[in-house]
Each structure stands twice: as C-alpha cells, then as structure tokens.
Nanobody, 125 residues
Framework: QVQLVESGGGLVQAGGSLRLSCAAS????????MGWFRQAPGKEREFVAA????????YYADSVQGRFTISRDNVKNTLYLQMNSLKPEDTAVYYC??????????????????WGQGTQVTVSS
C-alpha cells in the first residue's frame, strides 16, 4: 500500500502560481511512477503530468505543457507540481497518484493504483 496526501491548493488569480505537494508513505516511493490528474466539476478526471522513477522521463498534457513542471524528491518521498501562468480553466481538484507501470503507460489513468484525496485549485479571472 502507498498512502498519498496532497497539499498546496488554494485560490489564485489568473497569471499566478501555485506549487502542489504530495507526501507519500508506505512502500518504497522511488519504485513508483507518479502522476498528477485533475477533475473539474462535471468533467472526467484527466491526466496532467507524470514522472518516472528516477525523474528522467516526464510527460505533460498539451494544455499544461510549458506552464507546469512535475518533479520528485525520492529522499523526502514527495512529489511536486509547480504551476505557473495559471488560467481559469485550470480550476479543478488535483490528485496525485502512484503506479507500478512502464514509461509507455504513464499518462494512462487506469495504470495508477493509488490515489490521494485531492486538493482544490481555483483560478479566478
């Protein structure tokens, strides 16, 4: 089992920045692919970004490419999402997730076995 707890969400104006964190406990964090997903009201949960075990491979959704940066600290067992140039359409509950999977499946929601409870991000116009 892996337990995941997100933090860092909040209310920010358009153009602003936030950094989300996801603290992991349980099984060895460094062995898992980690990802961020988000879900807006009335919409499906969608992929945002993912990072490989060592951090050497990163994937981003087209909608956040160039604005968001995913990173991890395997010593602190923590995953991060730096979000810059935020837009109102980024408003959603953001979830971190862990997967024991291949690089090819990092952006696939069904690859992820463990999920956090989510943190709300609201971007005002």
């Amino acid at each position: 089992q892996v337990q995941l707890v997100e933090s860092g969400g909040g209310l920010v104006q358009a153009g602003g920045s936030l950094r989300l964190s996801c603290a992991a406990s349980g099984r060895t964090f460094s062995r898992y692919v980690m990802g961020w997903f988000r879900q807006a009201p009335g919409k499906e949960r969608e992929f945002v970004a993912a990072i490989s075990w060592t951090g050497g491979i990163k994937y981003y959704a087209d909608s956040v490419q160039g604005r968001f940066t995913i990173s991890r600290d395997n010593v602190k067992n923590t995953l991060y999402l730096q979000m810059n140039s935020l837009k109102p359409e980024d408003t959603a509950v953001y979830y971190c997730a862990a997967a024991y999977t291949t690089a090819q499946a990092m952006a696939v929601r069904s690859s992820y076995d463990y999920w956090g409870q989510g943190t709300q991000v609201t971007v005002s116009s």
